[in-house]
C-alpha cells in the first residue's frame, strides 16, 4: 500500500476530497502482443476503477466527480483513477483507502482464478499456483490520497493540493523485490517476469523449471506454441477466451471483403477461406508467409485442401483475381492514429483564464466529466 493522508484538524463529518489509482497502465495495455491482449488489459482496468469507485460509494456514500458514472451502469471504458468527496468522521479516511484498495486487489485476484479456471492446463507443475499468484499480487500499484476540504471555496485549493501529494507518493517509486527463484524464461510479450504458461507443444529451454509451469493444450489463436506467458499476460489471454475480438490481419480481411463486394474475386475469396474450418480461419492467411509449411504446423492449422500447396494456388488465384478487378494489393503494412487532448492536465486544474474563481471548478470538472463519459463509450 502507498498513501498519503493529510490529518489536519479534524472534526466530525469533515469533507475531503478522495483520489484514488490503479497502475501500471503500461502493463495493462500497452505491454501486448495481440490485439485481444490490448482490448483485455483496457477491460480489466476498467473494470478495477468500477469496483473502486462502488466501494466508495456503497461502503462510503462517496460523491463521484471523475469519471461520469451514470448510476445502475457499468461502462466499457473507464479511465486508471477517479476523484470523489465523501464526508467522513475522524479516522475513517484510513480505513475508507485502505478498503478501497483492498477490494480492487480481491477483483483481480477473482480475475486471475477465473483466468486459471478456463486455462484448463494438461500439465501443471506443483507450485505453479504459488508462483502464478505470486506475481498477481505483486502487479498492481495502488496510491490513494486524501485532502481535507474547509469549505465550499476550498474545493480549487484542495483539488490541486491532492494531486501534487499523489505525485508526490508516486515519485517515491515504491517496489517489491523480485523472489530469489525469479530466474526461469521470461515472458514473451513483457520481458519482465518468469513465463509460467506455455503451450504443450513448446519445446521448454533447459533451464526452465517444470514445476512451476503450466502447459495448455492446442490453441494457436489464445497461446501460440512459442509463447511463454508471464501471469498477467496469461490473465489477458484467458479471462474471456471466447470473446472475439478481430486481430490486425482480420481487420484487413474485413476491409478487402467490402472492397470485392459483387465483383469476380469475391468468388475466389470465398473458395479460398472455404479452405479452412471456421474455428481456424484468419485473415493472417491472405499472406503468403502465413501459408508455408512451418507455420501451418507449428501453429497447427487443419485445412480441407489435400496438400499445402494446393492453399498456395488458392491464394495465389485469389490475389490474381484481384489483380484483375484493380483491387488494391493486400498490404502487410498499416498504420494507427492515435490522439488525445491538449492542455487536459493544466485545464482540469484550473489554469485557464475563465476557472480562475474557486467557485466555477468544481461545476466545471462536474460538466467535463459528463461530456467525456459518452465519448470514451464511443
Same mark, same amino acid.
Given at each position: ?26 502493463? /495493462? ?21 468500477? %469496483?473502486?469507485?462502488? %466501494? ?52 483481480? &485476484? ?11 492446463? +494438461? ?22 490520497? /486524501? ?12 483539488? +490541486? ?8 507518493? &508516486? ?93 469476380? %474475386? ?6 479460398? &477461406? ?9 485473415? +493472417?492467411?491472405? /499472406? ?32 490474381q483475381k484481384a489483380k484483375e478487378d484493380q483491387l ?9 492514429? %492515435? /490522439? ?39
Open positions: 500500500m502507498k498513501n498519503f493522508w493529510q490529518n489536519r484538524n479534524i472534526s466530525n463529518n469533515m469533507k475531503y476530497l478522495f483520489l484514488f489509482t490503479i497502475g501500471p497502465v503500461q502493463s /495493462f495495455i500497452a505491454q501486448a502482443r495481440k490485439t485481444m491482449d490490448l482490448k483485455a488489459g483496457s477491460d480489466m482496468l476498467s473494470k478495477l476503477t468500477l %469496483t473502486g469507485i462502488q %466501494t466508495a460509494r456503497d461502503h462510503f456514500g462517496a460523491e463521484l466527480i471523475f469519471p461520469y458514472l451514470p448510476e445502475g451502469e457499468e461502462p466499457d471504458s473507464m479511465p486508471n483513477k477517479f476523484l470523489a468527496e465523501v464526508n467522513l468522521e475522524p479516522g475513517q479516511a484510513q480505513s475508507m483507502g485502505q478498503k478501497v484498495e483492498d477490494e480492487v486487489r480481491e477483483a483481480f &485476484k477473482l480475475m486471475a482464478k477465473r483466468a486459471l479456471k478456463n486455462m484448463k492446463p +494438461q500439465k501443471v507443475g506443483s507450485v505453479f499456483q504459488e508462483k502464478f499468484f505470486e506475481q498477481v499480487e505483486a502487479h498492481l500499484e495502488v496510491y490513494w490520497v /486524501f485532502e481535507k476540504l474547509e469549505n465550499e471555496q476550498d474545493y480549487r485549493r484542495g483539488y +490541486q493540493q491532492i494531486e501534487q501529494n499523489l505525485g508526490a507518493v &508516486k515519485n517515491l517509486r515504491a517496489f517489491h523485490q523480485l523472489p530469489a527463484d525469479e530466474n526461469g524464461r521470461k515472458c514473451s510479450v513483457s520481458g519482465e517476469r518468469d513465463a509460467l504458461v506455455f503451450n504443450e507443444r513448446f519445446k521448454l529451454p533447459a533451464f526452465v523449471t517444470t514445476n512451476n509451469i503450466a502447459q495448455i493444450s492446442k490453441n494457436p489463436v489464445i497461446i501460440g506454441s512459442g509463447e511463454g506467458l508471464s501471469a498477467v499476460v496469461a490473465i489477458k489471454r484467458f479471462l474471456n477466451p471466447n470473446e472475439k475480438f478481430p486481430s490486425i490481419a482480420e481487420v484487413t480481411a474485413k476491409a478487402l471483403e467490402r472492397e470485392m463486394s459483387g465483383r469476380i %474475386t469475391e468468388t475466389a475469396y470465398q473458395c479460398y &477461406k472455404n479452405c479452412f474450418s471456421a474455428e481456424d480461419w484468419d485473415g +493472417q492467411f491472405l /499472406f503468403e508467409e502465413n501459408v508455408t509449411d512451418r507455420f501451418l504446423e507449428k501453429n497447427e492449422i487443419v485445412h480441407k485442401c489435400s496438400s499445402n500447396n494446393v492453399i498456395r494456388e488458392q491464394l495465389k488465384k485469389l490475389k488494391p494489393s493486400i498490404s502487410s503494412y498499416y498504420a494507427l492514429l %492515435t /490522439f488525445d487532448g491538449d492542455r487536459m492536465g493544466a485545464t482540469w486544474a484550473g489554469d485557464e483564464d475563465y476557472l480562475r474563481e474557486d467557485a466555477v471548478l468544481k461545476p466545471f470538472h462536474n460538466a467535463l466529466s459528463d461530456r467525456l463519459y459518452p465519448f470514451a463509450q464511443k
